[in-house]
């Protein structure tokens, strides 16, 4: 089972430095995964629409402060990384065949955009309701695949080589290398949903010629 420590000395190991026992300890291995694994973490999550870190909520309505602007205004949830979508219902993520009969997809079964503006903790849109569908800042490591792991402890070795070994070419053998591994947790990601939309589609399709 994965846990923060684990994914430290992964990226530790990665570049030839010794493991950590506990993120306190008085150690400059600890320090860097300190310094450097939560923003490591947030900007990797926030790189792709990763399904583990997916959250979808009910907007909460504030005093709209621009009216002639937009219509609504929406408290912005503290742990978002990364808007998906806004939409007055919901709709799966992935964009789906017109066979599907999905509200938020047009006739190319492309998902339909609706538009918003980001200011600070605010969100407007026209919608109301609204959903949010976001990334989220996913803390726990025990919900990350294996793949994911793999290229957040590259993409965190590429943080701690210089402050650790002073080795451009350790840094620069790292980044290659988180390169590659995001690619492939990207490319497995998308397999699965692909995967999945497929299953659905198939099965919608048997139940209306059996119905």
């Not at 009216?67 to 007055?88: E, K």
């Not at 993520?93 to 605010?122: H, K, S, V």
């Not at 792991?149 to 590429?158: C, G, N, P, Q, Y």
Request: glycine share 4%.
């Amino acid at each position: 089972m994965a846990t923060v420590v684990s994914i430290c000395n992964l990226a530790l190991s990665n570049i030839g430095k010794d493991n950590i026992n506990d993120l306190t300890e008085k150690s400059a291995e600890a320090r860097a995964c300190n310094q450097f694994y939560a923003q490591t973490r947030d900007v990797l999550l926030q790189s792709f629409p990763w399904a583990a870190a997916g959250k979808t909520l009910a907007l909460g309505a504030l005093d709209n402060d621009k009216p002639g602007v937009w219509r609504h205004s929406y408290a912005r949830p503290a742990d978002c990384l990364q808007i998906r979508w806004i939409r007055p219902r919901y709709s799966a993520d992935a964009a789906a065949p017109p066979e599907t009969l999905n509200p938020d997809l047009d006739e190319a079964g492309r998902e339909m955009q609706y538009p918003y503006a980001l200011e600070g903790d605010r969100l407007y849109c026209d919608l109301s309701p609204a959903l949010l569908r976001y990334t989220c800042r996913l803390t726990d490591p025990t919900t990350y695949a294996p793949l994911f792991i793999e290229a957040l402890s590259w993409h965190l070795a590429v943080r701690l080589a210089m402050p650790l070994t002073r080795d451009p070419k350790i840094r620069a053998d790292a980044m290659a290398l988180a390169q590659s591994s995001q690619r492939a947790a990207e490319q497995a990601e998308a397999n699965q949903v692909r995967h999945t939309s497929e299953n659905f589609v198939s099965e919608l399709i048997a139940v209306r010629a059996h119905g």
